[in-house]
């Protein structure tokens, strides 16, 4: 007789603070780490965890997928932040997939956050194929590149910066005071940066420990300008290879990186390239397109290692997403956004000018339709509605429709999201 059990509806809902390990567990699991914790990083997490909605979905009281939101703000082209609502820890285990499971902790979370008024929902993608059922598309992208420090050309003897600056190492005290304020600053000026709370900082300077091993101290640089203004910061970490014949051939890693002006963006990266005994700089995720190459004699020298997408945004609130940001020209545009999980379709007529733009619900005939990922993907600024139109993703309904939107969403930099999450 066939003896296979039946299975048991599985319970998905809010995790309590008891059931943190079992969920830290699980995620572990869903990421291929190693289940137990540490109870020093448990206890980290519950601090840095503890604004967020923890939810996941129980069998016979075993957690068996995880999910975790939280309030973010996103930069918006022309520098305003939106309410995003931040999707992190999405796992399900091994045994449990394919059965429906994120597909329901999505569909709850993205409801409350539309309740809440979120404009947006965002993610950081383990895999291209999975989010864009649910309405997100991405919208940013990071480039990784390597320095071949020999190659870049940039002379050794190292006695910049020439601009009337300086750099001095700081310690994580220095950069737990001086950070947020930079970083402040390129959330203002940078579509797709994600603001950073105290625990972003207190993690990365060794007093919270929620990911990966043990607490390593990296090196902590700061540039002043010649004013004494903090205008960019980096963390790096170093390695110690030698040759046999006793070349050395260290690379130096960026942690993060972050400037504020130009004059600061080619300080720091001269400096890493200078320092003795480093053979290569790996840079981290930067925005494509980052000056770096550019900054260096032979920008040859920076070899792209990864390109990919980064950030994905889900509109939950298109008038909103829409009003948010600021336009390159004067128009009109009318856009039929298509939303399978009913949250934020419609039809809306924007009204742009350089100076604000005004968006609501419309019966007009629309010129263009697309698909609520689309909109996300132009949202930004990373890619244009003529491309959309070419892989048939986005419907020109007027000849021209497409060209137009494009001169008012066009934008001069990339947006960028320095951030993991
Ligand atoms: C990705 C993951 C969360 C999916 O969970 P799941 O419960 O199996 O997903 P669901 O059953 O709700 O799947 C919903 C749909 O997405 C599809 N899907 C899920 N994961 C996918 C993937 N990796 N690639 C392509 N399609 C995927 C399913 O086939 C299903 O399609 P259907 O609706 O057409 O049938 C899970 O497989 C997992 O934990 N993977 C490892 C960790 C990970 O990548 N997490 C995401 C971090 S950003």
Redesign the pocket.
């Known amino acids: 007789m066939n003896r296979r059990a039946t299975p048991q509806p599985l319970d998905v809902r809010p995790v309590t603070d008891a059931e943190l390990a079992d969920w830290t567990r699980a995620v572990n699991t869903?990421?291929l780490r190693p289940p137990t914790v540490p109870d020093r990083m448990l206890a980290d997490r519950r601090v840095a965890f503890a604004g967020s909605r923890v939810s996941g979905a129980f069998d016979g009281g075993r957690c068996v997928?995880t999910f975790r939101s939280f309030d973010q703000e996103l930069t918006a082209v022309g520098g305003a932040a939106v309410p995003a609502d931040g999707i992190s820890n999405?796992?399900?285990?091994?045994t449990?997939?394919?059965?429906?499971?994120?597909?329901?902790l999505?569909a709850d979370d993205l409801a409350a956050a539309k309740e809440r008024g979120d404009v947006v929902a965002t993610?950081?993608?383990?895999?291209y194929?999975?989010?864009g059922?649910y309405g997100f598309g991405p919208a940013t992208t990071m480039t990784e590149w390597s320095i071949d420090v020999p190659r870049a050309g940039l002379d050794p003897r190292w006695a910049g910066p020439l601009d009337g600056g300086r750099i001095d190492f700081a310690d994580g005290e220095e950069i737990r005071r001086l950070g947020p304020q930079l970083h402040e600053r390129l959330r203002r000026e940078r579509a797709g940066v994600i603001d950073r709370n105290e625990h972003w900082w207190a993690a990365r300077t060794g007093r919270l420990w929620l990911y990966g091993d043990a607490w390593v101290e990296p090196f902590f640089v700061v540039y002043r300008s010649a004013d004494g203004v903090v205008e960019g910061m980096a963390s790096y970490r170093t390695d110690e290879k030698w040759s046999d014949a006793k070349q050395p051939l260290n690379t130096a890693a960026v942690n993060w990186l972050t400037a504020v002006t130009p004059a600061a963006e080619r300080a720091l990266w001269h400096y890493l390239c200078s320092i003795d005994w480093i053979a290569t700089v790996r840079t981290g995720w930067r925005a494509p397109d980052d000056l770096l190459p550019l900054h260096l004699p032979d920008p040859r020298a920076a070899s792209i290692t990864t390109q990919a997408d980064w950030l994905w945004v889900r509109v939950l609130d298109v008038v909103r997403a829409l009003e948010a940001r600021t336009y390159a020209a004067s128009g009109v545009s009318v856009l039929e956004v298509v939303d399978r999980a009913g949250l934020a379709g419609g039809r809306f007529l924007l009204d742009a000018t350089p100076d604000g733009a005004s968006c609501a619900p419309t019966t007009r005939d629309a010129d263009l339709t697309l698909d609520v990922a689309d909109l996300a993907t132009l949202w930004l600024g990373d890619e244009t509605v003529g491309r959309l139109v070419s892989l048939g993703r986005v419907r020109e309904e007027r000849a021209g429709a497409a060209r137009e939107a494009d001169a008012l969403l066009r934008t001069s930099g990339r947006p960028w999201c320095p951030d993991m999450f």
Do not use: D, K
């Open positions: 869903g990421f997928a999405v796992t399900v285990a091994p449990h997939r394919r059965r429906g499971l994120l597909t329901r999505m993610l950081i993608a383990a895999e194929r999975i989010y059922r």
